[in-house]
């Protein structure tokens, strides 16, 4: 990149009222990268594989294609926000520039919360993986304890967040190299995963209409438990906004961020439909009640064999590496976004991006931190993290709808997008802008609910039954929720404003004037 180029940028940037002060080296396979890695087609339908099918039987995989088109209208309008916002912390950037400062910090709130228990939750599934290639890392115990399982999950994951950490602090280059190199070989092996599984077909595509009597008994009938499957598939496609929240440190981010969001989307359903899809016609027995127990896991070692089942068990663990690796590096930029916005506690110490290493330190260690705290949860009350864990998705899905609500809204007034946007070359929706907003709109909502909705099931599926367990995802949500709300509201929005130590000279008042909506 030349000098030239990186001024022009830096300029950019300037107009949003901040300095450049983090290291803009990502090229375009590493923002594509970044966006993969975070909704990583080989962790999620490993590590959820089970739930939806126990719950849907084959028929489940119809859930895919309906959440990809519902987060396609989605990463359409974020890929347009990008075009726009190449900005560190996109959610709160863009809800601040769509709706107001309490909407932007609700957003922000929202999605660094929920990014820390994800954190958390991509740590643990090593547990579903490592131990099956090799009973040495069955650390804790010998597996078949009470609470040998939790326990060893706490402990490698523990291990991984310490890696996870250690490199972010390093530097955004050490991170990109590492999470390229990592989807690169994840991308390889889904493909090889993919043509083995065909080539062990033993049935045909009839068998996606099989329920194999899931919902009986249900109110809802079978719909009602096609709605419960369907959290699987909503659990793996998320995070594409990960390429633009590294926007500051991509280079020409207004047209690498929008790109690399729809590739990281479309390329995601493509590779996991067609995993899961030949691997529910290539399992010996579909009838196997260790299909709902095993999931994906089982379906490869019964498909491939021990040896070659277990080769592509370590793509899988390699894939948790790096998917936790590019959460880990979104909830750094959430922070570091808010935090020089004097948006959270301590900001101007949050916010300090280290002279060598060109990235923010503290925040990196404080979320690495408190993602192994919640870790510990896991070791003798795994149902309470079970709930946290789903909850964190709910969080991210509310996030998402606080940008494209306030984005419709304007939309509807004329005011979105620029009208300049596409003189300048900028991705732009055009025509297709407003169904798309509406349907992205409507999809949010319709699944949030699907998403909160106290099933038993879901929340409390096992022994000790209890009220708040069943009822968890909406009383943490609402203790997060109201209880951020009413913190910002008394405490931290008398705060609000760009820091004196991150703005960009006599700019940045007027480019902070979102702030004081």
């Not at 000098?3 to 450049?20: C, P, R, V």
């Not at 009602?224 to 959290?231: K, V």
């Not at 439909?273 to 070692?301: E, W």
Request: hydrophobic share 50%; proline share 4%.
């Amino acid at each position: 990149m030349t000098t030239t180029a990186a001024d022009d940028h830096s300029d950019d940037l300037a107009e949003f009222g901040y300095k450049q002060e983090l290291d803009r080296s990502i090229g375009k396979f590493a923002s594509f990268a970044a966006g993969v890695s975070y909704i990583s087609i080989l962790t999620g339908t490993f590590q959820l594989f089970y739930f939806g099918f126990a719950f849907g039987g084959p028929a489940y995989w119809w859930t895919w294609p309906m959440v990809f088109v519902g987060q396609l209208m989605v990463a359409l309008s974020f890929a347009e926000l990008a075009a726009n916002f190449p900005v560190a912390g996109s959610i709160y950037n863009w809800a601040k520039r769509m709706g107001s400062a309490t909407v932007a910090w609700l957003g922000g709130w929202m999605m660094l919360t929920a990014s820390i228990v994800t954190i958390a939750a991509v740590a643990v599934a090593l547990q579903i993986t490592l131990p099956q290639i090799w009973s040495g890392f069955q650390i804790y115990g010998d597996g078949s304890g009470k609470y040998d399982a939790a326990a060893n999950a706490v402990i490698l994951g523990t291990v991984l967040i310490t890696f996870t950490t250690v490199v972010n602090a390093l530097g955004v280059k050490l991170m990109a190299r590492i999470n390229s190199t990592g989807v690169f070989i994840e991308l390889i092996a889904a493909v090889l995963l993919i043509i083995l599984l065909a080539a062990n077909i033993t049935r045909g595509p009839d068998v996606l209409f099989d329920t194999q009597g899931k919902g009986e008994g249900h109110d809802w009938g079978y719909f009602g438990a096609f709605l419960t499957a369907a959290l699987a598939s909503a659990y793996v496609m998320y995070g594409f906004d990960t390429a633009s929240s590294l926007g500051e440190e991509t280079k020409d981010p207004r047209r690498t961020a929008p790109v690399a969001i729809m590739r990281a989307v479309i390329a995601s359903f493509l590779l996991g439909g067609l995993i899961l899809l030949f691997a529910i016609l290539s399992v010996g027995d579909i009838n196997s009640p260790q299909i709902d127990t095993g999931g994906l896991q089982f379906v490869i070692l019964d498909v491939l064999g021990e040896t070659v089942g277990k080769v592509f068990l370590a793509c899988v663990a390699i894939a948790i590496t790096v998917c936790c690796l590019a959460v880990h590096t979104a909830t750094i930029r959430m922070a570091f976004a808010m935090a020089r916005d004097n948006n959270l506690p301590a900001g101007e110490r949050i916010a300090t991006v280290h002279p060598k290493t060109k990235t923010p330190i503290v925040p990196a260690v404080v979320t690495g931190l408190l993602a192994i705290l919640i870790l510990v949860v896991n070791i003798r009350q795994p149902q309470i993290f079970t709930v946290i864990t789903s909850i964190a998705i709910i969080m991210i899905y509310i996030a998402y709808l606080l940008v494209t609500v306030p984005m419709l809204r304007k939309r509807l007034r004329g005011e979105w997008p620029p009208k300049d946007a596409k003189q300048r070359g900028y991705f732009t929706l055009g025509k297709w802008g407003l169904p798309i907003n509406v349907i992205a709109v409507g999809w949010g909502t319709f699944m949030s609910i699907n998403l909160l909705w106290p099933r038993k099931d879901v929340y409390n599926a096992v022994a000790p039954f209890h009220w708040y367990l069943q009822y968890g995802a909406i009383l943490f949500i609402g203790v997060v929720f109201f209880g951020g709300l009413a913190y910002y509201w008394f405490v931290q929005r008398h705060k609000t404003g760009v820091l004196e130590s991150h703005a960009a000279g006599p700019r940045a008042e007027a480019a902070a004037d979102p702030l004081q909506a």
